[in-house]
T-cell receptor, first 111, second 114 residues
Framework: GQQLNQSPQSMFIQEGEDVSMNCTSS?????WLWYKQDPGEGPVLLIA?????ELTSNGRLTAQFGITRKDSFLNISASIPSDVGIYFC???????????FGKGITLSVRP | DGGITQSPKYLFRKEGQNVTLSCEQN?????MYWYRQDPGQGLRLIYY???????QKGDIAEGYSVSREKKESFPLTVTSAQKNPTAFYLC?????????????FGDGTRLSIL
């Protein structure tokens, strides 16, 4: 089946630093989504990307839909302690509305 | 406020029991989904429904059942046939209009075995 690869499983950065996360696949997706999950809560949508090459920002977050449609990245600039959490990428194909999720990256921010 | 409400937040099941997790949404979304989350595994799709009175199996449907009698409600039953039910269960919904609409999630139910 389709898989989305996110690595590493954990990232540790200093407050104020920028961080970039990649999500790759061997399959093509028509929509890419980035979610953040805080402990004990449901994932919250950060950014949705609908077109290959699209670059979208949401505050300190920037995400891009790869030109091959097989990857996406999320960049967080000037990190702050509340950026701590698990970041998931997810992809949608054109066949149906089922999302395929990556396993997530746990981000820790040192003050 | 519009949103997705899952209840209860924590649920405990005895061996051999069926338990039902509630999911209600007031977003007027057509599609609803149930996911299971285990540590390090990401989210795995159990069942989904794109319209009232219709639902499809996801990737890990064995040991689970659902119903969709009302647009706003999509309860999940974890049956005794599910041998490893301890997990965090997430419900989501999405609109069905034009291009693909992102799924929005509830805050989850954590199920544990006594």
């Amino acid at each position: 089946g389709q898989q989305l690869n996110q690595s590493p499983q954990s990232m540790f950065i200093q407050e104020g630093e920028d961080v970039s996360m990649n999500c790759t696949s061997s399959s093509i997706f028509n929509t890419w989504l980035w979610y953040k999950q805080d402990p004990g809560e449901g994932p919250v949508l950060l950014i949705a990307l609908y077109k290959a090459g699209e670059l979208t920002s949401n505050g300190r977050l920037t995400a891009q839909f790869g030109i091959t449609r097989k990857d996406s990245f999320l960049n967080i600039s000037a990190s702050i302690p509340s950026d701590v959490g698990i970041y998931f990428c997810a992809g949608l194909t054109g066949a149906n509305s089922k999302l395929t999720f990556g396993k997530g990256i746990t981000l820790s921010v040192r003050p | 406020d519009g949103g997705i409400t899952q209840s209860p937040k924590y649920l405990f099941r005895k061996e051999g029991q069926n338990v039902t997790l509630s999911c209600e949404q007031n977003l007027n979304h057509d599609a609803m989904y149930w996911y299971r989350q285990d540590p390090g595994q990401g989210l795995r799709l159990i069942y989904y429904s794109q319209i009232v009175n219709d639902f499809q199996k996801g990737d890990i449907a064995e040991g689970y059942s659902v119903s969709r009698e009302k647009k706003e409600s999509f309860p999940l039953t974890v049956t005794s046939a599910q041998k490893n039910p301890t997990a965090f269960y997430l419900c989501a919904s999405s609109a069905k209009q034009g291009r693909f609409q992102p799924q929005h999630f509830g805050d989850g139910t954590r199920l544990s075995i006594l």
